[in-house]
C-alpha cells in the first residue's frame, strides 16, 4: 500500500486510536454525553477513511490529483466534524460542524466522481501469493 491508499488508512488507523482513547475516557468517567462525537470519529475517521485507502489500494489507478483533493476534504471533514459535533453538544458553536459536514458529503461526491471515472480501470491483483503491484 502506497501514495493516497496508505494516507488514508494510516490516518484512519490514528482516527480510530484516538475514538477508542475516547471511548475509554467516556467508560471511565461514566460521562456519555459526547458519545455522538465518538462515533463519528470512528466511523467517518475509521471505517469510511479505511474503506477510502483499500479503493485506492485496489484501484491505483483512480490515485491523482483528485484523489489528493478527495483526501485533503475528507481530512478538513473529519477534523471539524468530530469536534465540531462536540462543541455542538456544550453548546459552544455549532459553525465547525456545519462545514465539517459539507466537507465530508463534498469528499463522499468527489469520490462517487472518482469511482465512475475509473469503472473500467484495471484492479490490482491482491491474491495471496500474487506479485505486489508495480
Ligand atoms: C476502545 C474502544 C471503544 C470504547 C471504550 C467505546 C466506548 C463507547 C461508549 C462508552 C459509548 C457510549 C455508550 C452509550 O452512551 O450508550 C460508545 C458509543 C458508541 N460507539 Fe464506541 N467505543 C469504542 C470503539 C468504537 C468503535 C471502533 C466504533 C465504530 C467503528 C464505535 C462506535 C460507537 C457508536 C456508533 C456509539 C453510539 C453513539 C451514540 O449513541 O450517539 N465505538 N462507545
Redesign the pocket.
Known amino acids: 500500500m502506497r501514495g493516497v491508499a496508505l494516507w488514508f488508512f494510516a490516518s484512519a488507523v490514528v482516527y480510530?486510536s484516538l475514538?477508542?482513547?475516547?471511548?475509554?475516557w467516556?467508560?471511565a468517567s461514566g460521562d456519555?454525553m459526547l458519545?455522538?462525537a465518538?462515533?463519528h470519529l470512528?466511523?467517518v475517521g475509521?471505517?469510511t477513511m479505511a474503506l477510502f485507502g483499500v479503493y485506492y489500494h485496489l484501484v491505483p489507478a483512480a490515485q491523482g490529483r483528485l484523489a489528493t483533493l478527495h483526501f485533503a476534504l475528507a481530512t478538513i471533514g473529519v477534523w471539524l466534524m468530530a469536534p465540531g459535533i462536540a462543541l455542538a453538544i456544550l453548546g459552544k458553536t455549532e459553525v465547525p460542524v456545519v462545514i465539517g459536514s459539507f466537507c465530508t458529503l463534498a469528499s463522499m461526491l468527489l469520490f462517487l466522481a472518482i469511482v465512475l471515472m475509473n469503472a473500467s480501470a484495471r484492479t490490482a491483483d491482491v491474491r495471496m501469493g500474487a506479485a505486489p503491484a508495480e
Open positions: 480510530v475514538g477508542m482513547i475516547f471511548g475509554l467516556m467508560s456519555h458519545a455522538p465518538h462515533a470512528n466511523l475509521w471505517v
